[in-house]
């Protein structure tokens, strides 16, 4: 018998058989489905980060608390705003430095309120991290020095509190105290799951005194062009070196952080793909028990066969492909499911979905290793029947 | 309980080369281990079957007559004594090589009809060629031939369960004769159909016996089944008894 043939035979079997075929492939088509979206929530969410990371920008340095490094956990810093002087000091003209401090507070204007992060930052934040102005003018260097009570809204932030009413000059209250507003942020869009737009951003200095906290969380330092970056790395860990332990803070350049966060996403996507797989193998052994069931109800057929001089290897080959075909219908079934739900994915929820070519081929290459792993001993067993006893089965 | 001797068959084959048996067996016993009991079902049979005969052979449930019918259609070997082919000794062949064999040279006919149910009657017709590897177009043309022959032309695509009994046995002789075999087995074949009915397929068994020269054989307990054929055995105890001389 042809395989063709025996996939023709297979065809018909199954047909035969609609409900009970279905419901013998939906381990494998769970498996499958659940291979295609699990690999593309974690394929997604490393698009995401990437482009995230990118976008800080090539000749961006970025200094942060403690070693930087996966399943460390996080330290506080022991940054202040001399740290952040001195580095702009040393380095002169040949990069712009800025600092910022952190944390979610609840921002009032008159009667409305919203929880936003409020960002503590220094004069170059603008520049450093790219918050271009749309209306008023951000901070100064007088603002900072002063910790004048001023604040720059985020494009939502400014939405939220004052609808379409123009904010500048008017009055926001931080955790009890007045700031003025002076400036409103273009609309940036969301990354790394950080909402920019959401953010207030007031003087480091007031911030400080606000939070009751001479801390700087995170330094930016912004090389004119990426070939310094290594340079520009090299002297702000000296500098940062003279006054802390090499342990107490990283200098990341983009790379570090998308190979850090690569690893990260790796090991995730790996163990989501694992699950899946898991769920796969019990659909298989479905698959096998079900062929079992088959080949005993066919049992008269196989006689039948053998008599009209079908050999072993031919109703192996059938029942064999029978497992396979089964199988390779669920994961096409499977592949158009898990389709179907990263795109909902992408489309009602923030979770980003970005279906692979490696993942959906995997999927239905394990689909049919499952037919071919599964179908194998029932497969043997209609094979090995004797036809005398076979024909006499009732 | 075997007898180590061949027996000589029960009729001697001709001297020309064209008079091979179909099928010879020779001295053959076979036993079974039935749930820890040995049954011995044939005990030293020798039978030849030549080209174009047509054999009755009857005898009480358990006697043997199925077993006997196995081996005459290469379905299974015998515990002792020879099986041979047109000259060609089984145990000499691989399993495979007896499935070739009985795709080839046999055709088998069954009490319970065994067609599938799934498939329209020129499927049912046509499948002993899937297992000779012929091209669809050759496997429909055969089949449709074949149920032409025994009177089945208008019924092509109806499905087993849409025939009547009569019906269903006429395609269960189309599929045994569909691959021009030189012997149709056929193993109480009237058995589940009416006693008119079951003479109309006796009479298509002797016509086409007739027309295109296939040994048949027909194991029967039905007296009047075995009546029509020109050569009658009986069995009993596994054991044939002798023929009466011509």
Not at chain 1, 239 to 260: K, M, N, W
Not at chain 1, 355 to 371: M, P
Not at chain 2, 112 to 139: C, D, E, H, I, M
Not at chain 2, 156 to 163: E, M
Request: proline share 4%; hydrophobic share 50%; with cysteine.
């Amino acid at each position: 018998m042809s395989l063709l043939e025996a996939v023709k035979v297979a065809a018909t079997a199954i047909a035969a058989n609609r409900l009970r075929s279905a419901l013998t492939v939906l381990g494998v088509v769970i498996g499958v489905m659940s291979v295609v979206l699990l690999v593309a929530v974690g394929t997604g969410a490393r698009n995401e980060v990437t482009a995230g990371v990118e976008e800080l920008g090539s000749n961006l340095l970025i200094v942060v608390p403690g070693s930087f490094e996966f399943g460390q956990a996080p330290t506080l810093s022991k940054f202040t705003l001399d740290d952040v002087e001195r580095i702009g000091r040393e380095l002169g003209g040949r990069a712009a430095v800025s600092g910022n401090l952190a944390s979610g507070e609840t921002v009032r204007a008159g009667a409305t309120s919203a929880f936003a992060s409020v960002l503590g930052v220094t004069a170059d934040f603008d520049e450093v991290v790219n918050r271009p102005v749309a209306r008023g003018e951000f901070l100064t260097e007088s603002d900072i020095a002063t910790g004048r009570r001023v604040a720059i809204l985020g494009a939502s932030a400014a939405e939220g509190l004052f609808a379409d009413t123009d904010p500048i000059a008017k009055t926001v209250t931080i955790a009890g105290l007045r700031f003025r507003v002076i400036g409103k942020v273009e609309r940036l869009g969301p990354t790394l799951g950080v909402d920019r737009d959401a953010q207030v951003l007031v003087p480091i200095t007031a911030a400080q005194r606000l939070f009751g906290t001479r801390r700087v969380d995170t330094i930016f330092v912004k090389a004119p062009d990426a070939d310094d970056l290594d340079e520009v790395a090299a002297e702000v860990e000296a500098i940062l070196g003279r006054r802390l332990d090499a342990e107490e803070f990283s200098v990341l350049t983009q790379e570090e952080i998308l190979g850090v966060a690569g690893r990260i996403l790796s090991v995730l996507t790996l163990v989501l793909a694992a699950i899946a797989g898991i769920s796969l193998l019990v659909g298989g052994i479905g698959v096998s028990n079900i062929m079992l069931v088959s080949v005993q109800e066919r049992t008269r057929e196989i006689g039948l066969r053998k008599a009209l001089g079908a050999r072993t290897r031919d109703v192996t080959l059938q029942f064999l492909v029978e497992a396979v075909v089964l199988c390779g219908l669920g994961g096409l079934l499977g592949i158009g499911l898990g389709f179907a739900l990263a795109a909902a994915a992408e489309a009602f929820t923030p979770l980003p979905a970005a279906v692979t070519t490696w993942s959906v081929a995997l999927a239905f290459g394990t689909s049919l290793a499952v037919g071919v792993a599964f179908g194998v001993f029932p497969a043997r067993r209609a094979g090995r029947l004797d036809p005398v006893v076979a024909l006499r089965y009732e | 309980m075997s007898r180590q001797a061949a027996a000589p068959p029960t009729r001697a084959p001709a001297a020309d080369a064209g008079a091979v048996p179909v099928v010879a067996v020779s001295d053959v016993t076979r036993t079974y281990q039935l749930g820890g009991t040995r049954v011995q079902a044939l005990r030293g049979v020798s039978l030849a079957v030549e080209p174009g005969e047509f054999v009755a052979i009857a005898g009480p449930s358990g006697s043997g007559k199925s077993t006997l019918l196995h081996l005459l259609g290469a379905l299974d070997r015998p515990t002792s004594g020879t099986v041979r082919f047109s000259g060609r000794d089984v145990a000499e062949l691989s399993d495979a090589e007896l499935a070739a064999l009985r795709n080839r040279e046999v055709g088998f006919v069954f009490q319970q009809f065994q067609l599938l149910a799934r498939t329209s009657a020129l499927a049912n017709v046509a499948l002993p060629l899937v297992y000779r590897g012929l091209a669809r177009a050759q496997r429909a043309r055969l089949a449709r031939e074949a149920l032409e022959a025994v009177g089945l032309a208008h019924r092509l695509d109806h499905r087993p369960a849409q025939l009547s009994g009569g019906e269903q046995q006429r395609v269960a002789i189309a599929r045994a004769l569909v691959t021009q075999p030189r012997l149709v087995l056929a193993d109480e074949p009237t058995g589940n159909l009416d006693t008119a009915t079951g003479a109309d397929i006796i009479a298509l068994l002797r016509r086409l016996n007739a027309e295109r020269g296939v040994a048949v054989v027909v194991i029967t307990h039905d007296r009047e089944v075995a009546a029509v054929a020109p050569r009658r055995l009986r069995i009993r105890d596994g054991l044939i008894e002798p023929e009466p001389a011509p």
